[in-house]
Every structure is written in structure tokens, then in C-alpha cells.
DNA sequence: AATTACATAGAAAACGTTTAAATTTAGGCA
DNA sequence: TGCCTAAATTTAAACGTTTTCTATGTAATT
């Protein structure tokens, strides 16, 4: 590779004449800049972008380090972390964890955090600026040790610290709105799928739910609230509960549950979208593909990843946060065939 | 950050020394190792990348681009290079060009040119030693104008150039496995759903299906092939086509189209792995969620990352490599619901 | 006591840049 | 001619490392 200094010797000139004309400095002959120019792409030079963020100290870099880029949603949000350091003249670095192929569902938390460790110390001597830690878990798996050292920002999961910024989708109001649906296609015994009762995203769903309910002056039955662990199986177990006790529409806190209530429905001849109204939550693939198509709620993925770099960038620039902010991010409800109209209303 | 010069001084020892000992070069005394060691613990210090690579004059990093990383399969294939770089000693930097959100199903060749070559100039510029180049579309979009100056590996799609090594999974194979095992559950008749007629992917799979009618001694209908886009649509439009035709077996070429056969057949009352069989390929999540679940073809998504990383890392350790060498990588098929038994054998 | 050998440590240069300060050059003016 | 100014260019140091070569001190050998 042509450097600064084969250029100026070619063009008779010192080193530092060839940075100015590069950096477009000014106080350079136009003859001289035209010259050094010349010769620049005819050697085809290309700055050296490691000497330069040596000499001055900055690398204009971000680190991202993902819990498991191969878990769905992951890669949108790296996406909206790109096309934000794009177009902010910043470029980041990808730190993969691939949590999912090394622990499965069972993550060792102490595991996890010497992975993290040793990825921030990797980022960390890579001169980074600041670290966006992209999650999946509902809560970071991995404690940051010391986050004095370098900023971090949070997205897609909550952080273990109190104090770093998380940049998440708003959980309780997308569930206002997806229960809102039911109600305006003339629900109201509407049951709900959660995940497991330790799940916060669930907590914030249900708290939503009952937003809506009470919103809509609908009575509240706890009855209504059954608890599964995301998978398919459980949506078929459950919906056969749920429908027993009586309701005509059922909320699942995720598409995959959402499809074993298609699956128990399907079996029983319930017709969904005409027997019993139902709306997911992820908005997967897999819900284009059931029959009813399913209704869903929408993740603002890339935004996410846009606005946990531009928090993040926002800190590099100096400016004032609030510690421990979250942003909360809107999701959108997708209406596809499983949620028509009810024949009869409250 | 500490330098080496903050614990040189702390440790009333030249940087010299400083450095001989986090290195482990030796012909140092013990005592003096371990004050140094001290010290660079006390003092949180963590080698400057930046510099060492600039000094040694080799980052251990390779360039990995990914036409989009978030169209399925890519992220697989990236975690496969994040494996083998991990176990190598080897860093990766990514550069995502987000084709996609670009430029939706037409991209324009001039304008991915531009984004490659910039790619591989910031690629350049942070001194990668090598490039990988991540595809989806069947042949890489954008030509590498100057591969001489970096050693490239294509994987998932064929490079422009026929120099370059690629690294692909064998489609002739898998459609030669997928037909034979249509033949083992007792078809003879057996429809083809392939895609665009100018896919390379097509064509390959089109001969492993001739070859494996061949070796059954089955005849060879040309009427037995059509030709799709990739969409579900077109499947269910096709189906019709081939099932009038006779056949009672399909291979589609892709899972949503084979999705397309099972909504035509779901609304025909044909039943699917009774009356019809049916393999898609891909091992899409759509073929678990379809009734019945949908056999198909697995990619060795993160075994062709992977190789490719080898492939590349043998190449810069100087082992010699043949010219524009392909890798094939098996694919395995996966048997679910749709491909059962059929009633009477040829 | 002089010489050699070896273990340990340090000095200095280098990697490819940027930049403040110093120097050269040329032109304008008394 | 001599001086001043502004423009153009160069010198040299610095960023944090690694590494070669050299220097020092001590112990072993003659």
C-alpha cells in the first residue's frame, strides 16, 4: 500500500505538504494540491485509517456487541445501528457473543459475563468510543463491571445497571393497543397468553391489558391471564383453557404461542377470525404463513438501533443525559385475518 | 487509558522492559516481571490495538461484507465466520451494505458497484489482511474491480470473476437427494417448481433432479418443470398447473412456493403427504408452521462461513490455493409431514 | 587479576499519520 | 537596494507500541 511519504517524494515535496493537500488544509498552491493529487490516485493511496486514529487519538468507532446475531430481530437492529453511524460519519465494530449455539436456553450468567468482559476489553483496546450492547434476554444476561470506563447504551433489553440507557419498544402501550382491537372488533372476554410470571416484558404487556380494560370499562377476571414459556406447545395446552372458561378473543404475548392457539383451533373446528379473535405479539414470518394469517404487533427494530446509536453519539458529543434514561419506542399493530369482527357484542 | 510509558514509570523500568514483559518475550528477571505485572494490573492497562497493529505492520483482520445481513441466512453465515476467526486468533470487521433497504428486489449493478468499492476501501484503510464477501443473490452483484490487491472469498453466491475462490452448497447434490427421496416414498411422476429460469441455483438443481430420475431409471418429463419467482403466489398458481398434469410429487425450490402448493392444496382438499408429496428447500421457519410441516433442504449456512474463513486464513498463511477453486458444502434434507408414503408404487 | 560469558536492562528507531512551529520564497514598497 | 509581509513549504515531534542493538553488572573461567 502507497503511503504519505512514497507520494511526497514522488511529487518533490515533504510529508507534511502531502497531509495538507489530503485533508484539503488549505495554504497549499493550487499547482502543488493538483500535483500531490495526481499522484495519489495514480499510486492509489488509501489513508492509513489505523495510523491516523493513533496520531489523533479518536477513532470515530463504536463497538456493538450482540448477545446472538442468529436470533431473530438481532439483525434489524444492527441495521438501524449502521445506517445511523453511516450517516453520522461513524463506523462500529461487531462483537458477536453467539450466546444461543454456546449455551442454548440455559445461559451461565457467570459464562456470559466473561464473554462480555472479554469482548469489552477486545472493543475497549480497540479504541472504541462507546459500546451499544445489544440484548435479547428481556434483561442483559451479563453485569457491565465497570461502565465508568467508556459509555454504554442498552437496546432490546434492560440493563442490570440502574444507570445506563436502555432504548426499548413500549411494551405496555402496544399492548393497550392490541387489546384496544379486540375490543373495537366487540370483545371483551379477552384472554390472555403471557410468558412465564418472571418475564417483564409479559408484566408490562399485562399491565397494558388492563389499561385497555379498564379504558374500555371492562371488568377485569384474572382468570383470564393464563402463563406459558413462549413455545408453541404451551399456546395449544393453554388456548384450550382459556377457550373452556369462555373467551372470544385471546391476546398471546408472541406469535409462536399464538400459532399453537391456530393449531388447538384448527383441531377443533374453532374458526379464528370468526369464533375467536386472535392477535400475537413479534410479527414473525411464521404468522404469514398460518391460515388465518395472524395479526400481530411490530417491533420497531431498526429504530431501535437507530436511536441507541444516536443516544450513544449524543453522549460522545458531550450532551447532557439523564442518567438511567429509557427511551421507550412505539410498536405497530399489524391487522392481518385473525381478528374480524365479532358476531355478537358487550 | 495507561500506556506502557505510565506503568514504565510507575515501575521505574524503560518501556523496553515494559513491553518484553506483556509480551512474554523473556530474558527478563522474575522480580521485575512481576512488579511490571503488578502494576499494569493496578493500573487497568489493556494493550493499544491501534498501535501494535500499526507497528507490526498486520492487524489479524479480515473484511466480511454482507450484501444484507438482514436477509435470512446471512447472519448464520456470519456467526460461522465469527467462530472460526475466534478460534484462529483472528479479528473481523463488518461492513453491512443493507442492499435491501437500498434497493428492494432491483438493485442496480452501477450503484452496489459503488457501495463494494467503498466497503473495501474503508476495508482497506483498516488494514484487513483479507475479505470475505457474504452474498444472497445467486451470482454476487457488484464485480470487485482490483481483487489483486486483497485476497477475496465469495460464499453464497458466486463470484463475477472466475478467479476467485467460492465457497457454496452443493445445489446438484441436495436436488439429487431431495428426488430420491421422493422416489424412495413410491413417486414417479414427480413435478418441479423452479425458480426464475435464468437462476444458476435452478439450473443446478434441475440437473441433480434429472440425474436422480436417471439413476431410477425414471423418464424424464420436461413438462414436469416450471418456472416461478421464489414468491408463494406463483406456487399456488403452478401446482395447479403440475397437478392437472398428473404428478404426485413436487420439489419447489424454494419454501414459499412450496407453501404456495399447500395453500392451493389445502383449499382443493388434496391432501399433502397423502395425495401429494412435497419437499421445499431452505429450512425456512415457514415449513415448521405449515400443516402439514413441510420437508425440505438445510443449508450449511454456518459451515459455509466457516470454510470460507479457512479457505481465506490459508491463503494469507501462504498455502498454495487453486485458482478460482469452488468449495461445495453438502446440504442435508430434512423429512417432516409432507413427504409421506404414497399408495401405489411405479 | 584479567578475560569471558551471560543475564538483565535500556536507548533508539520505526510504523504512517497530523500539526504546531519554523523556515524559505516571492512580491511589494520605501 | 533593503526591508517587510504574506504565502508556501518544511522540520520535527508526537501518538503507543515492538524490536534490534548496545550497555551494564555480575559470575565464572583462565
Not at 41 to 59: C, D, H, I, M, V
Not at 81 to 95: F, S, T
Not at 221 to 248: A, C, F, M
Request: with cysteine; hydrophobic share 35%.
Amino acid at each position: 500500500m502507497a503511503t504519505i511519504r512514497e507520494i511526497a517524494e514522488k511529487a518533490n515535496v515533504s510529508i507534511a505538504t502531502v497531509s495538507k493537500v489530503l485533508n484539503r488544509k488549505g495554504g497549499i498552491s493550487q499547482e502543488t494540491v493538483n500535483n500531490v493529487m495526481k499522484i495519489a490516485r495514480e499510486l492509489n493511496y488509501r489513508p492509513n485509517f489505523t495510523a491516523r486514529s493513533l496520531k489523533n487519538g479518536q477513532s470515530r468507532t463504536i463497538g456493538v456487541i450482540t448477545e446472538d446475531l442468529t436470533v431473530f430481530n438481532t439483525p434489524e437492529i444492527v441495521d438501524g445501528i449502521d445506517a445511523y453511524c453511516e450517516n453520522n460519519g461513524y463506523h462500529y465494530i461487531l462483537g458477536n457473543l453467539r450466546f444461543n449455539k454456546r449455551f442454548g436456553n440455559q445461559p451461565d450468567p457467570e459464562e456470559c459475563a466473561k464473554l462480555v468482559h472479554s469482548q469489552v476489553d477486545t472493543m475497549l483496546s480497540k479504541q472504541v468510543n462507546g459500546i451499544i450492547y445489544v440484548g435479547y434476554h428481556s434483561r442483559a444476561i451479563a453485569p457491565v463491571y465497570n461502565y465508568e470506563e467508556i459509555p454504554f447504551v442498552y437496546t432490546y433489553c434492560y440493563s442490570t445497571d440502574p444507570n445506563i440507557p436502555c432504548v426499548l419498544y413500549d411494551d405496555q402501550k402496544a399492548a393497550y393497543e392490541a387489546t384496544q382491537l379486540l375490543i373495537d372488533r366487540g370483545h371483551c372476554d379477552i384472554g390472555v397468553i403471557a410468558g412465564p410470571t418472571n418475564s417483564i416484558h409479559s408484566a408490562n404487556r399485562i399491565l397494558g391489558y388492563q389499561e385497555a380494560l379498564y379504558a374500555n370499562k371492562i371488568p377485569f377476571n384474572p382468570k383470564h391471564i393464563v402463563y406459558g414459556n413462549w413455545e408453541r406447545d404451551i399456546g395449544y395446552e393453554l388456548s384450550k383453557e382459556l377457550i373452556q372458561s369462555g373467551v372470544t378473543a385471546i391476546f398471546a404475548h408472541n406469535d409462536l404461542m399464538a400459532a399453537g392457539v391456530i393449531d388447538y383451533c384448527t383441531e377443533h373446528k374453532i374458526q379464528v377470525g370468526k369464533d375467536l379473535a386472535l392477535i400475537g405479539f413479534d410479527n414473525r414470518e411464521i404468522g404469514t404463513a398460518s391460515r388465518p394469517k395472524l395479526s400481530t404487533v411490530s417491533l420497531p427494530l431498526f429504530d431501535m438501533g437507530q436511536t441507541a446509536t444516536q443516544v450513544l453519539l449524543n453522549i460522545l458529543a458531550g450532551k447532557h443525559i439523564q442518567r438511567g434514561q429509557k427511551v421507550m419506542l412505539a410498536c405497530t399493530i399489524i391487522e392481518r385475518e385473525s381478528t374480524m369482527p365479532a358476531s355478537d357484542s358487550c
